[in-house]
């Protein structure tokens, strides 16, 4: 009986082991499978988020180069006026700055009543008005005078959807004398975003930082303008630092979408890019069914094989994540590199090679385009007496403190704030003449003055800075360090040898 029964056994104990090799590979082939999916999409993901960072440099770029043109329109219109000769020599500028541009579709002077004064079109028409449009009334109740995209528009002089950048322009006595306008083209963008291969069903964005979209492909002209405040992608924008990625429906077409964000940097403007899942896991569905349909044909001859191949995928499968986690390694270690070559590591401002390296660039652009350069040389009164008196871990929390005070001031694009060497600060500023170099020291000055740090070895009772300004229009044949760096540091040497805690111009500035 027991011989008998012992094949039966044995046949048993084959058929279980054949049954958990089945299971063990169909588990197998669901998990790779499972793994290949999430690989699939965080590849996707990656590539999503490289064409948001093409899309915002492309952005950031266009919007800088428009800004620099209405930036000199403004300088034009508030240091020679709006008389008929100097209206007659704007005309002619702004006809050559639209050819120069393309993606620009015209450029336009306003009043403060919205009245065309001049623009880049080949005849000028006196008899139109802006002021009901969204950016002027901005400008006319607001006195920022840094630039403003409003909502897109269709142009009154080309008929073509526009994205205006604008900016305030004054009079003499500061109060608001009109607006300058650059028109930016709504085509170029979706161009640009043409160009790209994102599928059938993907798609591109860009909008507002309040959630005003500007363009989008697909394109729909009932979308130009419209809000996305309700949609999933703008609320984890809000709650992000400005980039990230997420799987969602889209509430324009209902299409779920890998979807990736980028800020644009210096601008109240992010980007989007997105690929439709569905396609992009059409491939990985069509590798999954085929892979599925050769395991159910093969499982019945692999056996003692199957086992051997488990251990091999997973070798494999344990390699390239043992690789893929050393090459994020190795990104995270050359990012904080850049970090560190680039910046103080103690205030947080750049550092002085960053500094070296920007002033030879702004100093030689400035020669070529016959442009201002100023500087401005900062140094903490009577520091060493702090550290003395308080000691060096709280010098340098005074240091911290005064670089974010100064840090905070420094607006612009170009502008450059950095740490020159033990307390010694300084702050480069492109296109600025003396006294608006000038303003920006007393601010500084007012602000750390604000701070109330208090300083026993100060007369004032608290901590306070000196500081020098020089400004130039260099020539290509001058030394940077010599033309610009040493006036000013001469002039802060006067600062603090006149009673410190005030500003000394340069007596050779501009």
């Known amino acids: 009986m027991k011989i008998r029964q012992q094949p039966a056994r044995i046949s048993t104990q084959a058929f279980v082991f054949v049954c958990i090799v089945c299971v063990l590979l169909v588990i197998m082939d669901v998990v790779l499978s499972w793994n290949a999916r999430e690989q699939q999409l965080a590849e996707m993901q990656a590539e999503t988020t490289n064409l948001a960072q093409a899309a915002a440099h492309q952005a950031q770029s266009t919007f800088k180069i428009t800004d620099t043109v209405l930036f000199g329109m403004v300088e034009r219109l508030e240091f020679d006026g709006t008389g008929m000769l100097q209206m007659a020599r704007l005309h002619g500028f702004l006809q050559q700055q639209l050819k120069e541009q393309p993606h620009l579709a015209g450029l336009f002077v306003y009043d403060e009543h919205g009245n065309w004064i001049t623009s880049s079109q080949a005849q000028v028409s006196y008899n139109l008005n802006n002021g009901d449009r969204e950016y002027f009334i901005w400008h006319r109740t607001h006195t920022d005078r840094g630039p403003h995209i409003g909502k897109p528009v269709i142009s009154r002089s080309t008929g073509l959807w526009i994205i205006p950048v604008t900016r305030r322009f004054n009079h003499d006595d500061g109060s608001f004398a009109g607006v300058v306008l650059a028109s930016v ?80 940097d210096g601008w109240p403007v992010f980007v989007t890019a997105a690929f439709s899942r569905d396609e992009i896991l059409e491939e990985w569905w069509r590798r999954t069914l085929l892979h599925s349909l050769g395991i159910l044909v093969l499982v019945s001859i692999l056996g003692l094989a199957g086992t051997h191949l488990v251990r091999q995928i997973n070798l494999r499968a344990r390699a390239q994540q043992d690789l893929v986690q050393a090459h994020r390694a190795l990104e995270s270690i050359n990012a904080t590199l850049q970090k560190m070559a680039a910046q103080d590591g103690l205030t947080g401002l750049a550092n002085r090679r960053q500094f070296d390296t920007r002033l030879a660039e702004e100093f030689g652009r400035a020669a070529r385009e016959q442009t201002s350069l100023a500087l401005i040389m900062i140094d903490v009164d009577f520091f060493k007496k702090y550290n003395d008196l308080y000691g060096h871990p709280a010098g340098d929390d005074c240091l ?38 000038r303003v920006l020291a007393e601010r500084f000055c007012a602000a750390v003055r604000a ?50 805690n005030r500003v000394m111009v340069s007596p050779h500035s501009l």
């Open 185 to 264: 083209r709504l085509d170029y963008f979706s161009r640009f975003y043409g160009s790209f291969n994102i599928g059938q069903a993907g798609a591109m964005s860009m909008a507002l930082e309040n959630g005003t979209l500007l363009v989008r492909r697909p394109y729909n002209a009932a979308n130009i303008g419209a809000s996305m405040a309700s949609s999933p992608v703008y609320a984890n924008y809000r709650h992000s630092p400005g980039r990230g990625s997420l799987i969602v429906k889209s509430i324009y077409d209902g299409v779920t979408r890998l979807n990736s964000f980028q800020q644009v």
């Open 451 to 500: 701070l109330e740090i208090t300083h026993a070895g100060n007369p004032t009772s608290f901590v306070t800075i000196s500081a020098g300004v020089h400004a130039v229009t260099p020539r290509p044949d001058q030394d940077a360090f010599a033309t610009l760096v040493e006036p000013a540091d001469q002039a802060l040497y006067q600062a603090k040898e006149s009673g410190r």
């Open 400 to 437: 911290r403190a005064i670089s974010h005070a100064i840090d905070d001031l420094v607006h612009r694009p170009g502008d450059l704030a950095a740490r020159y060497g033990g307390e010694e600060m300084v702050v480069l500023l492109p296109n600025t003449d003396t006294a608006g170099a």
